[in-house]
């Protein structure tokens, strides 16, 4: 069964920092390609990123909202994506998930989420 | 950027009911895109991929068309369970982008 778990969602100040971590388990996860998406309250979807399996280099690619600020990350060994957030804004505050990307692109296992609270 | 406009933004409905969304693209994406589910406080749910694929596990009432810039998904025979707010997705390029979401309500 295709698991994604995701942490460190949190409360964070303007300015401030925070690492959110996805864990999987259930396929090969050198084989995918891993985002992030977020949905602010009330709101709705909002691609984040994305970090590429290692048959392309890990290479990634960022919203334009998020660029320069956030930066995406994997860790082979532990099956894991993490989502590093600096310089974070109240317009950060959202639902931040773990997404799948299936070998045709699109979207399709999603993890529970973890929420981001960007506030003073 | 790719912009996908969905229409119409709430649908009013009953059970039994045949409901259809539409999701047009800005550009031509070919068949490059999903349908997701979402109801309150849980994670999305992929339904339908290139654009008319049905998702293993995804109960054959829910359909989904288009080509190019103009995409539908279809509810036949609307359930309970079926109430829900609906996104679409493209993959054709970056950045990834969705459209505003349908919400189907009683």
């Known amino acids: 069964e295709v698991q994604l778990v995701e942490s460190g969602g949190g409360l964070a100040q303007p300015g401030g920092s925070l690492r959110l971590s996805c864990t999987v388990s259930?396929?090969?996860?050198?084989?995918?390609?891993m985002d992030w998406v977020r949905q602010a309250p009330g709101m709705g979807l909002e691609w984040v990123g994305r970090?590429?399996?290692?048959?392309?280099?890990?290479?990634?690619e960022y919203a334009a909202s998020v660029k320069g600020r956030f930066m995406l990350s994997r860790d082979e060994s532990q099956s894991s994506v993490y989502l590093h957030m600096h310089s974070l804004r109240t317009e950060d505050t959202a639902m931040y998930y773990c997404?799948?990307?299936?070998?045709?692109?699109?979207?399709?296992?999603w993890g529970q989420g973890t929420r981001v609270t960007v506030s003073s | 950027d790719i912009q996908l406009t969905q229409s119409p933004s709430f649908v009013s409905a009953s059970v039994g009911d045949r409901v259809t969304i539409t999701c047009r693209a800005s550009?031509?994406?070919?068949?490059?895109l999903a349908w997701c589910q979402q109801k309150p406080g849980k994670a999305p749910k992929l339904l339908i991929y290139?654009?008319?694929t049905l998702q293993s596990g995804v109960p054959p009432r829910f359909s989904g068309s288009g080509f190019g810039t103009e995409f539908t998904l279809t509810i036949n025979s609307l359930q309970p369970e079926d109430f829900a707010t609906y996104y679409c997705?493209?993959?054709?390029?970056?950045?990834?982008?969705f459209g505003g979401g349908t919400k189907v309500e009683i």
């Open positions: 997404v799948r990307v299936s070998s045709d692109y699109y979207h399709d296992f």
């Open positions: 259930g396929f090969t996860f050198s084989d995918h390609h």
């Open positions: 970090t590429k399996k290692k048959a392309n280099s890990y290479s990634t």
């Open positions: 550009q031509g994406i070919a068949s490059s």
């Open positions: 290139a654009a008319s």
């Open positions: 997705q493209q993959h054709s390029s970056y950045p990834l982008t």
